[in-house]
């Protein structure tokens, strides 16, 4: 039945008796069992024994020198920890009626008369030994049960605490996004403003620069990662907002695009960004007088693991010979060489039939990125 458990998985029966040849009979009976018998001469040694561990069942002898079964089950139903554990009398007469009413008051469950008859007695205490297993078993079944519920309560927890973050950063994005929308707007009615054209020049490119990192924002606010921007979707937008800045006649410069579909972090997005609002802006408006047309080609890859590079080319007019890019004070080029440098890159120019510049740097902790890419010409870069 209970063969071959191991010495955990045993349930423990008290048998108390104060003589010895009961005790042995008893023990003879129960170990067919196969489940860990404990005796105890007297009521306070039973005491004793359930002091050190629990008991499916109790056998407990009523005649008993000193302190009898009925005042040893009074004792042991009165301590909480076995207030629930079953005592099975055993009497050596037949009880009478009243015996058994005293037994049951103190929590007996049940008799049995000596002689016992063996299959009587251990078919009884296997019951108990039965029920005293499945309570086991539901126990144990409700500690993993509370155990998975906290674990679950846990993961919810922290699953609602990175939404709360989420929708915070998303709400920021929003707000810095309108924010530099608000700035962006009062420098263009500020350039309008003006009536000097140079001044109100320089205001356009400023409403320009502050308008490529408010669509950084915007976009991580419309991403579903709140961290990282889709670095051709982004280009695509910042391509169209500068085209439609300078107002070119019609058909006079082609954009066309090659950008690798990377999603950057602020710290790269927000200087690339930037950079190719300067390169842009200058092909637009250096290299295509009135009446010149031609392409502006912008590149953007990933090269290798964590090389990114960055080409702005144009078929213009080319730099002119007394401009020095890489020391000119020009507001432009000096924020394109901090940018650049920021970004940890090196800038490399080229002006023969037109202008081109290549950026490359190298991106720490660069994630996976997908390998879908925005190729050829952006549908509203023909102006
Ligand atoms: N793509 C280009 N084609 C022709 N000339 C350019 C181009 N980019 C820059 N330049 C020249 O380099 C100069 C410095 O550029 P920049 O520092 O951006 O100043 P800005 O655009 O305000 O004049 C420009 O004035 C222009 O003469
Ligand atoms: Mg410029």
């Avoid at 024994?49 to 056998?59: N, Q, S, T, Y």
């Avoid at 309108?178 to 356009?204: G, H, K, Y």
Wanted: aromatic fraction near 4%; charged fraction near 25%; glycine fraction near 6%.
């Amino acid at each position: 039945m209970a063969n071959g458990m191991s010495d955990d998985d045993k349930v423990g029966i008290l048998v108390v008796d104060d003589q010895p040849n009961q005790l042995l009979s008893h023990e003879a009976i129960l170990c067919e069992l196969g489940e860990r018998l404990v005796t105890a001469r007297s009521g306070r040694e039973a005491l004793q024994r359930l002091m050190d561990e629990d008991f499916a069942v109790i056998l407990l002898d009523v005649n008993m020198p000193d302190m009898d079964g009925f005042e040893t089950a009074s004792l042991i139903h009165q301590h909480p920890r076995f207030e629930k554990t079953p005592i099975v009398f055993v009497t050596g007469a037949q009880p009478t009626t009243l015996d058994r009413l005293k037994g049951y008051r103190v929590g007996a469950v049940d008799y049995v008369e000596v002689p016992v008859v063996p299959e009587i007695l251990r078919s009884k205490v296997a019951v108990f030994v039965d029920l005293n297993r499945q309570r086991r078993d539901l126990q144990r079944l409700n500690d993993a049960l509370q155990a998975e519920i906290a674990q679950r309560r846990n993961a919810e927890e922290a699953v609602r605490h990175s939404r709360e973050k989420e929708v915070l950063l998303q709400e920021i994005h929003h707000r810095v996004k309108n924010n530099l929308q608000i700035i962006t707007s009062l420098l263009r009615m500020q350039s309008r403003a003006v009536q000097d054209p140079a001044f109100s020049e320089a205001l356009r490119e400023c409403q320009n620069r502050v308008a490529s990192m408010a669509l950084i924002h915007d976009k991580l606010y419309r991403a579903r990662d709140l961290a990282r921007v889709s670095f051709a979707e982004y280009v695509r937008d910042l391509t169209n907002n500068i085209l439609t800045s300078y107002a070119l006649p019609a058909r006079s410069v082609r954009v066309r695009l090659d950008i690798d579909d990377l999603s950057l972090g602020l710290d790269y997005a927000v200087p690339c960004g930037l950079i190719l609002n300067e390169l842009m802006s200058n092909c637009l408006k250096h290299a295509f007088p009135v009446g010149r047309s031609g392409t502006v080609y912008i590149g953007f890859h990933a090269e290798g693991e964590e090389e990114l590079c960055m080409v702005v080319r144009d078929d213009g007019l080319g730099i002119p010979a007394d401009v020095d890019l890489g020391r000119t004070s020009s507001l432009g080029w000096r924020l394109i060489r901090a940018l650049v440098e920021q970004l940890g890159g090196v800038v490399q120019c080229q002006t023969a039939g037109g202008t081109s510049v290549e950026i490359r740097f190298t991106r720490q902790n660069a994630p996976q990125d997908q390998a879908s890419a925005v190729r050829g010409e952006s549908p509203h870069a023909q102006v």
